[in-house]
């Protein structure tokens, strides 16, 4: 599998693409006026405490107060217990209002909620994970071969200085890394932390202590494996910038990475725009003819498969499970372009034939290993749902790229003229019981008052000898179609 990651650059916000065997599968976008904040480290203070929520709110000097479960601070606290079933202590015991501590971003701020904190402080390297109070070495699942697992523990352990607080997570990139690559993350996260703690005792409360790479180098730290082929940046400076951080943390990547100065925009290599554009309707077309269609929620998202066109060669059976089969890969792919996250509810198309259903969700699964997201998988329901979660640690691409309609107010739906227009009868009616008036004038869009004068002009006729006044109407081209006025005159 050859996989480029295209950097699209402008002075309002970076994007990047990563592309597989041809296929855009992934997108970020950081914008610069809204950056994101997971990863960064603040020293905050505590502003709330929630006892019956097991929480706290913490102000680091955003908007809204962040969040901070007790978990989140018991992981680093207890995890060493002897006795894993003890009862953790209560947020009471553990802060209190008006105290400083430092804390690291895990969620951004997602709709209405705050950023999400924790107090087990990671710094990530392009090989290591520093864990500063965790005295741990742990190595990723991702990392294949007891040998070598036992090779980079025993590389990392002999590494460290003994007076070093903390521990480290071995990340997938450093499979078959050499020794002194190693040594090299860990003085560089030991600048880093040194750093951290001295700005710690300088800084006031809600101020950042340290901010996580930019959007571009990110994504080459942490998006950049053995299979990756090129690099391609369309800015110059971005690209000078990345070079000098590809030279000194992976150089190996220097000839890979390249500016790129071509006559296309970078992101119309492989029709990127319109993938994009296309990730933000609801329905998704499989080659066979099938279809999926993805309806986000803010409790959940919903993802039904459909054979659509797609009318088999066999018999009906064959025809679903080839359906099913297909849909696996483009619904794997959707979760991580339109970054959805949370609860994800599949509704495959009914199966009769339970080696079909186990086969469809090992598809599933195998599609779903190139997901830097963590993800779980039920098995099929009696209902034929398959219920999974997918980690959410930034907004959908939805959530970034568009925003609440203001006509319909998000329901996706409007109400049509004739709700409107009994609705305006109604209001007449009650301020011709409340208030003298000469005339009622009505203000509403083109439909709603085309209604009235065409199809319902009985039922205005016998409101006027109702109420004993003659009614008006007024298009207003700026109203929207559930927006109207009664007007006394």
């Known amino acids: 599998m050859s996989e480029e990651i295209l950097i699209n650059v402008t002075p309002q916000e970076t994007r990047v693409a990563m592309v597989e065997n041809g296929v855009l599968q992934e997108v970020f976008i950081e914008r610069e006026r809204k950056r994101g904040l997971v990863g960064n480290i603040y020293k905050g203070k505590v502003t709330r405490v929630l006892p019956g929520m097991q929480a706290a709110f913490i102000d680091i000097g955003l908007d809204r107060a962040a969040f901070l479960h007790a978990s989140d601070i018991l992981s680093s606290l207890f995890d060493e217990q002897d006795d894993k079933k003890a009862e953790p202590p209560l947020i009471t015991n553990l802060v209190q209002t008006g105290q400083s501590?430092?804390?690291?971003?895990?969620?951004?701020?997602?709709?209405?909620?705050?950023?999400?904190?924790?107090?087990?402080?990671?710094?990530?390297?392009?090989?290591?994970?520093?864990?500063?109070?965790?005295?741990?070495?742990?190595?990723?699942?991702?990392?294949?071969?007891?040998?070598?697992?036992?090779?980079?523990?025993?590389?990392?352990?002999?590494?460290?200085?003994?007076?070093?607080?903390?521990?480290?997570?071995?990340?997938?990139?450093?499979?078959?890394?050499?020794?002194r690559e190693i040594q090299a993350d860990i003085v560089f996260l030991d600048r880093v932390w040194d750093s951290i703690k001295e700005k710690m005792q300088s800084v006031k409360p809600a101020s950042i202590?340290?901010?996580?790479?930019?959007?571009?180098?990110?994504?080459?730290?942490?998006?950049?494996?053995?299979?990756?082929?090129?690099?391609?940046?369309?800015?110059?400076?971005?690209?000078?910038?990345?070079?000098?951080?590809?030279?000194?943390?992976?150089?190996?990547?220097?000839?890979?990475?390249?500016?790129?100065?071509?006559?296309?925009?970078?992101?119309?290599?492989?029709?990127?725009?319109?993938?994009?554009?296309?990730?933000?309707?609801?329905?998704?077309?499989?080659?066979?003819?099938?279809?999926?269609?993805?309806?986000?929620?803010?409790?959940?998202?919903?993802?039904?498969?459909?054979?659509?066109?797609?009318?088999?060669?066999?018999?009906?059976?064959?025809?679903?499970?080839?359906?099913?089969?297909?849909?696996?890969?483009?619904?794997?792919?959707?979760?991580?372009?339109?970054?959805?996250?949370?609860?994800?509810?599949?509704?495959?198309?009914?199966?009769?034939?339970?080696?079909?259903?186990?086969?469809?969700?090992?598809?599933?699964?195998?599609?779903?290993?190139?997901?830097?997201?963590?993800t779980t998988i039920s098995e099929v329901s009696s209902l034929g749902l398959v219920q999974m979660t997918r980690k959410r640690t930034r907004e959908s691409l939805e959530h970034v790229l568009c925003e609440s309609c203001p006509v319909c107010n998000g329901r996706g739906t409007v109400k049509t003229p004739e709700t409107v227009c009994y609705e305006v009868f109604r209001e007449i009616l009650r301020e011709s019981r409340q208030y003298e008036a000469q005339t009622f004038l009505v203000l509403a869009s083109q439909n709603v008052i085309d209604l009235m004068v065409d199809e319902e002009s009985s039922s205005v006729a016998e409101l006027e000898a109702f109420i004993g006044k003659p009614i008006k109407f007024q298009v207003e081209a700026q109203y929207t179609q559930e927006l109207y006025d009664v007007v006394l005159m």
């Open 101 to 179: 501590l430092l804390v690291q971003v895990v969620k951004d701020p997602l709709g209405t909620k705050g950023a999400r904190l924790t107090t087990n402080i990671t710094i990530p390297a392009r090989f290591l994970v520093y864990m500063p109070y965790t005295p741990h070495i742990g190595v990723s699942q991702k990392v294949e071969g007891e040998e070598e697992r036992q090779r980079l523990k025993s590389i990392v352990a002999q590494c460290v200085s003994e007076n070093r607080e903390g521990g480290y997570i071995i990340r997938t990139a450093a499979d078959c890394a050499q020794e």
């Open 209 to 374: 202590v340290h901010e996580d790479l930019q959007l571009a180098m990110r994504a080459i730290r942490d998006l950049v494996g053995t299979s990756v082929d090129k690099i391609r940046i369309d800015s110059r400076e971005t690209y000078q910038k990345a070079t000098k951080f590809v030279g000194k943390f992976i150089p190996e990547l220097l000839p890979g990475i390249e500016y790129y100065s071509g006559p296309r925009p970078i992101f119309d290599l492989y029709s990127i725009e319109d993938e994009l554009q296309r990730a933000l309707q609801p329905k998704v077309q499989l080659k066979s003819g099938g279809h999926l269609v993805i309806d986000q929620t803010e409790a959940m998202t919903t993802i039904d498969v459909n054979t659509g066109a797609f009318v088999g060669h066999r018999n009906l059976e064959e025809t679903i499970f080839k359906t099913n089969l297909e849909a696996t890969y483009a619904l794997a792919r959707q979760l991580r372009l339109r970054n959805l996250g949370g609860i994800v509810i599949i509704d495959f198309i009914d199966m009769e034939d339970d080696e079909h259903k186990r086969q469809v969700l090992r598809a599933l699964e195998r599609n779903l290993e190139n997901d830097h997201s963590r």
